[in-house]
């Protein structure tokens, strides 16, 4: 006998991971610095793992150390067109089972997942989120931990809100309830190299909802999940549910993109990519089973907009934080500012005093605020929009601009002042400690509103900095359609799961809002079911009674 057949089970409301400081003298950081010792001194081999077993093809890419390039922390296999079938396949073998569960069963194991992160795992996965990503202690500890660990309890609390969402109505004689059935077919998930709790939400999510998975990460991110599928093995994720399959994008696009049996796309990354994807499900939209559902976060050219009210202080460490914290390697990352002419002074004099004390450096060197990029290839890409602006005569360079990648890709936080508001740096998205400030006469605050609205095909995040709640109100208004996630008085980075659910429109994405029940829903088909105790036994209605 099944003793749960008959039990109401909730799960209780969920609270956000508590972040460790690992500040001197804590036992927080003495467990870091021996993850950091013990994953730097070995490398490792990492698999494939398709329906739960690890598979080897001998193509080979190499994980290093941002800040240390020479230095080699794993190889990982690379799959190829075989494997990706084979994925495919583990996906569609396992999801019968997967989706026959109780969800509390799924939820369970998400649940303890996020229980191994919070303890035994923490230390490790945020050493291989430093060394990996060039993250540093507080960087990998929001994500890699925290976060993670939120979207995964989260998820499990909305998810039992999606289920519990009932008709509130069913008349005498019949009853009205609704079945929340996952994909008929696989979720392809893929991840980004600069979150370890994006690439942990874009297959759990779906998979939560009784989904199977392939899980393709970033070429640069391959450590931690793969860590992550280590802990779901172990919070006893069964074989096939989410099919771990490094590799070529386009190679992995070129099979899953068209495939009949494509459920879903959960992604985040750059919005030509995106682009690309939608177009390819677009042109085999007759060959699908069931239309795909999409959903993706991209780019950002994310904004801080100052009113002559805001703080100084405030104002200036917003600007540091939301554009240098991580290398300005997030989504949400400020890599732009309208300053009202009357603050430029007394602002260019606090920035320049504040970032002179920016040390960069190695992570295992807690004094380090700051950082390399992720690879050659974003070191060379945002070098070159450096480079532009030091050529050009609609811009100057007051802070920073020098590199060096002889040892770690490494680039100043550079700060750029240009007189053209439509200046190439001020529209594009580059992805890196690159911010760009643009000076505005005070009294055209509104139509430095609508520029900043105008300015960029992106709306993911950005920011209000006033002290007159009258000028916060318009920046509401003016800015309404320019940023899915807008701060007052705050940085434009750092959504907390639970809080801020994360995501925005136009160029930046779906806007399906991460870490909330409105992404869960994407990964449900809802089947409405009536049943009639009584049902009629005559065509004729009353009306047509005889008088």
């Not at 956000?16 to 036992?27: D, L, M, Q, R, W």
């Not at 069963?105 to 060039?134: D, V, W």
């Not at 289920?163 to 979720?187: A, K, M």
Request: aromatic letters at 10%; glycine letters at 8%.
């Amino acid at each position: 006998m099944n003793l749960l057949n008959n039990a109401v089970i909730k799960v209780p409301v969920p609270a956000n991971e508590p972040v460790y400081s690992y500040a001197p003298g804590t036992p927080e950081r003495a467990k870091l610095k021996a993850a950091l010792t013990e994953l730097a001194a070995k490398k490792i081999e990492i698999p494939l793992i398709i329906g739960g077993k690890e598979v080897r093809t001998g193509k080979i890419g190499q994980v290093v150390m941002p800040h240390n390039h020479q230095h080699v922390l794993a190889e990982y296999h690379m799959a190829g067109e075989a494997e990706i079938e084979m994925a495919v396949k583990a996906a569609m073998d396992a999801k019968k089972e997967w989706e026959a569960l109780r969800w509390e069963e799924r939820a369970a194991i998400f649940l303890k997942a996020a229980e191994l992160l919070a303890g035994k795992y923490r230390y490790q996965m945020n050493a291989a989120s430093m060394l990996t990503t060039s993250k540093n202690a507080f960087q990998a500890e929001i994500d890699a931990a925290c976060e993670l660990i939120d979207f995964l309890r989260f998820n499990v609390y909305s998810a039992q809100q999606i289920y519990s969402d009932q008709p509130p109505i069913s008349p005498t004689g019949l009853w009205n309830y609704v079945q929340q059935r996952p994909l008929e077919g696989f979720v392809l998930a893929v991840a980004p190299f600069n979150f370890t709790a994006i690439a942990g939400n874009l297959p759990t999510a779906p998979a939560i909802m009784g989904n199977t998975v392939l899980l393709k990460p970033a070429s640069s991110c391959v450590y931690t999940p793969y860590l992550l599928m280590q802990i779901l093995k172990e919070a006893g994720m069964p074989d096939g549910v989410i099919n771990f399959i490094p590799g070529s994008g386009a190679q992995i696009g070129k099979i899953c993109l068209p495939h009949k049996d494509l459920g879903g796309v959960h992604f985040t990354g750059s919005t030509g990519v995106f682009q690309n994807m939608w177009q390819t499900i677009g042109e085999n939209i007759a060959n699908y089973k069931s239309y795909p559902r999409i959903v993706g976060e991209t780019g950002g050219k994310n904004f801080i907009v100052a009113h002559k009210s805001a703080d100084l202080r405030k104002l200036t460490t917003a600007i540091i934080r939301g554009a240098f914290e991580y290398q300005g390697q997030k989504c949400s990352a400020a890599s732009r500012a309208y300053i009202p002419a009357s603050m430029w002074d007394a602002l260019r004099k606090e920035l320049e005093q504040d970032i002179a004390r920016i040390k960069p450096g190695p992570t295992d060197d807690f004094g380090n605020f700051f950082n390399a990029v992720i690879d050659k290839a974003a070191f060379a890409s945002i070098t070159e929009f450096i480079a532009y602006a030091k050529e050009s005569k609609d811009a100057e360079i007051i802070i920073g601009g020098n590199y060096d990648d002889s040892v770690g890709y490494f680039i100043e936080p550079t700060v750029i002042l240009t007189g053209n508001p439509n200046f190439r740096t001020m529209e594009e998205e580059i992805f890196g400690p690159v911010m760009t400030l643009y000076v505005y006469p005070d009294a055209q605050f509104e139509e430095t509103l609508e520029r900043c609205d105008q300015t960029s095909p992106y709306a993911l995040t950005g920011a209000i900095f006033a002290n007159d709640r009258r000028a916060v109100s318009l920046a509401l208004s003016k800015l309404e359609n320019a940023a899915g996630n807008f701060y007052i008085n705050d940085k434009p980075t750092g959504a907390v799961v639970g809080q801020q659910p994360f995501g925005g429109a136009r160029a930046s994405g779906t806007n399906d809002k991460a870490g909330s029940y409105l992404n869960l829903l994407r990964w449900v088909s809802s089947r409405t079911i009536k049943e009639t105790y009584d049902a009629p036994e005559s065509f004729e209605y009353p009306f047509m009674d005889e008088e």
